[in-house]
């Protein structure tokens, strides 16, 4: 397995990895914008951009383009986050020239119609309410707006009812023109395909592309601390808990993953064995981890009855106390650490995953390497480095509590 980097000349990154036993080549192109580089106004715009690709260009109706894939028993998909939107397709390895084909068809030429555009917004609104109707996600968005304050890191990626609404053709267009054309653009390829190949493919395709100077965030604002809470007729109370955890670009990023194991990022956590199993207090509950360029977040979430939440939020503050104060044990931290070896060991047989790893470290991390150096960076973290984050990052005036659902009467508190 090899990876290989070529820069086009208009600052396109082309990021390979050879695999010789794979059969199908999986090819992706990054922009790195995404919801973080909105502003109320234009919210979810991104993620509307990245429906459009796929409605036509000049060459291809929206149905040629499923057409054109599906015919070779290959997928295209996308996605947008916070800080980037991506778009790829899979196929056997035979049809990579029409992988090229479409995606930089599809990324060059969409026309973003007037009669495609309002159908989408349609589809887009029902997603928003689909949203609003997914309690977890309806809190991961209200708790993201709470903590970030006015922030664009606060925005929901699919955007609100009432900037989409707004949208139009011109507005589209002028927003894909400006910030989906810009320099940190990364084409990554994942299979049995020599390096020069892809490289050259992009470069015909990519490099008359004239683009503008790299876009720079807003830098992230202080979190705001406190209780936010939401009634809502739901059958349960959805709470979660959110401190400043490290960026990605931390050297410290590999100890923060094996914290979150120990805290609530798997079923031998305390989180999940002293509220579910020990005292059944709820069906879901755990921790995860949200990691920026220039900041980061620990998540703690549970769903409860309304009777439970306030023992849920006790316990967890237990636990949490405990950590911080000295708690992790160097066994905790070698089941951690195998736990977060095994998932990549497991993860490393999607050319999916491989395909993110070396975009992630083109994009945030100038780095370049193979997929397998997690396990090296993941079996260099210490019991100490554990231990010094928890006590710095667990600490409860830290910690944003955000609720939604049947709130007791009265009320809930970190």
């Known amino acids: 397995m090899t990876v290989a980097r070529t820069l086009l000349g208009n600052g396109v990154a082309v990021v390979t990895e050879q695999v010789s036993w794979l059969r199908s080549s999986t ?3 990054w922009v790195p914008v995404g919801s973080r580089a909105e502003t109320p106004a234009d919210s979810g715009i991104a ?15 929206a149905v040629d383009i499923s057409r054109a894939i599906e015919s070779v028993g290959g997928m295209m998909n996308a996605y947008t986050s916070r800080e980037y939107t991506y778009f790829f397709a899979k196929s056997m390895e035979k049809d990579f020239p029409l992988l090229v084909d479409l995606l930089t068809d599809i990324y060059r030429n969409s026309l973003f119609e007037e009669a495609e555009l309002d159908r989408e917004k349609g589809v887009i609104l029902q997603e928003i309410l689909m949203v609003d109707d997914t309690p977890e996600e309806y809190l991961h968005d209200y708790f993201n ?44 390829a994942v299979g049995n395909l020599p390096h020069p190949a892809v490289a050259e493919a992009f470069e ?34 959805h709470v979660c808990l959110g401190a400043p955890g490290v960026s990605r670009r931390s050297e410290r990023v590999y100890a923060m993953d094996v914290l979150n194991a120990i805290l609530g990022g798997s079923s031998s956590s305390r989180l999940f064995q002293q509220i579910r199993e020990e005292r059944g207090l709820a069906y879901s509950v755990g921790s995860s981890l949200s990691a920026y360029a220039d900041a980061g977040i620990l998540e703690i979430y549970a769903g409860t009855g309304r009777a439970n939440a306030a023992e849920v939020l006790s316990v967890a503050g237990e636990v949490v106390d405990a950590l911080q104060q000295g708690g992790v044990t160097d066994e905790e931290v070698t089941l951690g650490k195998e736990l977060i070896k095994g998932n990549t060991l497991l993860s490393l047989e999607s050319t999916g995953y491989r395909m993110s790893f070396l975009a992630m470290n083109e994009m945030f991390l100038s780095r370049l390497e193979p997929p397998e150096a997690i396990l090296d960076r993941v079996d260099a973290v210490t019991p100490e480095e554990v231990r010094a984050l928890a006590a710095e990052v667990l600490r409860r005036d830290r910690f944003t509590l955000a609720a939604v659902g049947d709130l007791p009467d009265a009320g809930l508190s970190f």
């Open 27 to 29: 090819v992706g192109i």
């Open 47 to 61: 993620h509307f951009i990245e429906h459009m690709l796929f409605k036509g260009t000049p060459r291809r109706r």
């Open 145 to 188: 707006a709470a903590y970030w304050g006015g922030h664009p890191l606060g925005l929901p990626v699919q955007g609100a009812s009432e900037s989409v609404e707004r949208f139009d053709r011109r507005r589209v267009m002028g927003y894909f023109n400006d910030r989906f054309r810009r320099k940190g653009i990364v084409v990554t």
């Open 204 to 237: 015909r395709a990519l490099s008359s592309l004239p683009l503008g100077e790299p876009l720079v965030p807003a830098p992230p604002t202080a979190p705001v601390h406190g209780a936010f809470l939401k009634r809502r007729p739901l059958e349960q109370v």
